[in-house]
């Protein structure tokens, strides 16, 4: 049975569903439903959605559609676009409303809602409900399981490909403030890269980390260097910003944006090191950053104020539904996973029988690194052709 067929080529690549009126004499039909298999994600509201009638837009009065809210269970007849007499375009419409007999009616919607390339991956859902069927039962290798201890192990699962299998593919892009302070995205594990974006070209240049600075906590004193106390908490009062993290801020930091050459060339001297026994991190003009892991923010360098920051880090892929997918690729490592780890946590279980799923677990692993790892041969010999070799294929 093929998996294809959910939803139309129409509805996937255009996000739109057509019909062809009947309408005769005055008369014809005036409903049309939308059915879930017409969008990966059905309209709701009539805002959502243009209405043409052979490539004639149709004005909102003329119809209605109430599509129900997500989520509601409510039966499909109520995804119902209905034509009224109120407005009529007599061109293409009846006295009553209804499109003409074998004129194409085609409903749109309006924004970009749906994602493309979902083909690729295959729900956690999914992952837990297969597993369960192929791996759990008399004569397979798992006798009895919850379904909770393997929605727990397929979590667990998630998260670690996520960390070093699965392709990084989150991003956030934003304009520093003149606070130079940037709080890290909310479902944030760790960073990839951080980079700049020039302002004329959109290309993004990368930013080092700053390893001998830091944010501590900046405790008050009184003149005789004497620790100052909240009155009523008896707590050691702070001040808002550390005098590391203010001097930081305002040095003398050279924009790369508006500086020319010529003028990079003579700054170089001044850079941290020297014009000798420079360390590569240091060696450049982009700027720079330090992430304050206690309160969870990144303080950016006194040039980089105004610019576009793009941040590509790593998340555990349990943010949202949505976002818990395995790609197909890696779908065999997650059974292993699965079957290792609820094999290693059962009593009276064979050792040599876990140990064979350790070795599998780790061998499905690291086939689904190769395939993410996503190298293409003539990509690999365009850019090798830069190196000073001859590379023939």
Do not use: C
């Not at 004129?103 to 956690?124: A, D, F, M, R, W």
């Not at 919850?146 to 892009?173: C, N």
């Not at 677990?361 to 190298?375: D, E, G, T």
């Amino acid at each position: 049975m093929g998996l294809i067929g959910t939803t139309t080529e129409q509805s996937y690549y255009s996000q739109s569903k057509s019909w062809t009126g009947d309408g005769t004499g005055g008369s014809g039909t005036l409903s049309f439903n939308v059915a879930s298999t017409d969008f990966p994600t059905r309209p709701t509201q009539q805002g959502n959605i243009v209405v043409f009638i052979n490539g004639i837009e149709i004005a909102k009065s003329n119809y209605s559609y109430n599509g129900t809210s997500p989520g509601d269970t409510t039966a499909d007849s109520s995804y119902n676009l209905l034509f009224t007499s109120s407005g009529i375009n007599s061109d293409v419409q009846e006295t009553n409303g209804a499109p003409k007999s074998g004129l194409v009616i085609t409903l749109k919607e309006n924004t970009s809602t749906e994602g493309y390339g979902g083909y690729q991956h295959i729900s956690l859902d999914d992952i837990i409900s297969n597993f369960i069927i192929a791996y759990v039962g008399n004569e397979k290798i798992i006798n009895r399981v919850r379904k909770a201890d393997v929605a727990f192990h397929a979590q667990r699962a998630l998260q670690e490909f996520s960390y070093d299998t699965f392709k990084s593919k989150k991003s956030f892009e934003v304009e520093v403030s003149t606070t130079l302070i940037l709080p890290l995205p909310q479902d944030y594990v760790n960073y990839t890269k951080i980079s700049f974006v020039e302002r004329t070209t959109g290309i993004k240049r990368v930013l080092y980390p700053v390893r001998n600075t830091s944010n501590p906590r900046s405790i008050l004193q009184d003149d005789s260097y004497d620790f100052l106390y909240d009155s009523s908490t008896g707590d050691l009062l702070e001040s808002n910003d550390s005098n590391a993290w203010t001097r930081y801020k305002t040095s003398n930091e050279i924009d790369v944006d508006t500086t020319s050459d010529e003028d990079l060339e003579k700054k170089s001297e001044y850079l941290l090191g020297g014009r000798y026994g420079l360390t590569p991190e240091t060696a450049q003009f982009n700027g720079s950053f330090y992430i304050d892991e206690l309160r969870g923010n990144i303080h950016f360098s006194s040039n980089l104020s105004g610019k576009t920051i793009v941040i590509d880090y790593i998340s555990d892929s349990l943010g949202t539904d949505a976002e818990m997918v395995v790609h197909k690729f890696a779908e065999e490592a997650m059974y292993k996973y699965l079957a290792h780890a609820i094999l290693a946590t059962k009593s009276n279980i064979p050792e040599y029988l876990v140990n064979r799923f350790k070795k599998e677990s780790f061998a499905a692993k690291r086939v689904a690194k190769l395939r993410l790892s996503n190298l293409k041969s003539e990509e690999l010999t365009q850019t090798m052709r830069n190196k000073s070799k001859i590379i023939k294929h």
